[in-house]
């Protein structure tokens, strides 16, 4: 499911922009160049996971739409665009228990990575999305992602990776491994194991802080850090 984020947003061009970019980036948006059409869902279904307001509009300014989305959605995540570059506006924002704060006109990729900072923060993670460093691990789907590419893994692979996720910052014997993922002990599976664990080494080498440390005769030492 896409996120939905609510915009509003009076300036045409500028709003019109916004969607755009914010649907290239796989987001679903609902424009709103009128507030008051917002004020009308807030008692009915609001199906959103952000918002996103200007706060120079006509009839309703965005502080004070900001108000009665919070007396109604009560920690529901917010964002400011404005004009002004002001000490005042941001204080203001803030206050009101704003996530934050860009001033326009904004850069679209700066805008988008507040955007998934913020829903990083709000909301949790789903059961198939887990957080190793800077990389994602999508259960469902066998994805590990990370900024500078993703990978497929195999059912084995991931597998694997849960188990060493699940012994976290700990010693995991290979015996131990072996019987609970292969569900056999012997001279060939341990040799499978030494490549799968080559694999995943590989896999996390963009991220120096994540470690699959081997202990001759023992079996590894993991250390992943996650949210």
């Known amino acids: 499911m896409k996120t939905k984020i609510l915009l509003a947003e009076d300036d045409p061009d500028f709003g019109m922009i916004l969607k755009q ?8 948006v609902e424009w709103f160049q009128n507030p008051e059409q917002i004020v009308e869902l807030l008692n009915a279904d609001f199906p959103f996971h952000l918002g996103i ?3 120079m509009m006509p009839v309703i300014d ?32 803030l ?29 949790p993670a789903t059961a198939s999305q887990i ?10 789907k066998l994805l590990l992602s990370h900024p500078a590419g993703n990978i ?15 012994h976290n910052h700990s010693m995991i014997k290979r015996d131990d491994i072996l019987d609970n ?15 799968f664990i080559s694999r995943l080494r590989k896999y996390f080498m963009n991220d ?19 949210d």
């Open 21 to 28: 970019y914010l649907e290239l980036e796989d987001f679903e």
């Open 53 to 55: 307001l200007d706060i």
């Open 62 to 93: 965005g502080f004070s739409l900001a108000k009665m989305i919070l007396k109604e959605k009560n920690n529901f995540p917010l964002l400011f665009l404005t004009a002004k570059n002001q000490k005042i506006d941001r204080l203001m924002g």
């Open 95 to 123: 206050k009101l228990g704003a996530d934050d704060y860009i001033a326009k006109p904004c850069d679209p990729e700066e805008l988008v990575l507040r955007i998934r900072n913020i829903l990083r923060r709000t909301q």
């Open 131 to 140: 957080r190793i460093g800077e990389y994602e691990l999508d259960t469902e």
């Open 152 to 166: 497929r893994l195999t059912i084995r692979e991931q597998q694997l990776l849960l188990y060493l996720l699940k």
């Open 181 to 195: 993922i292969w569900e056999t002990n012997d001279y060939f599976t341990g040799r499978s194991l030494d490549v």
């Open 208 to 226: 120096p802080k994540i470690k699959i440390q081997s202990l001759r005769g023992i079996g590894f030492e993991v250390a992943f850090p996650t």
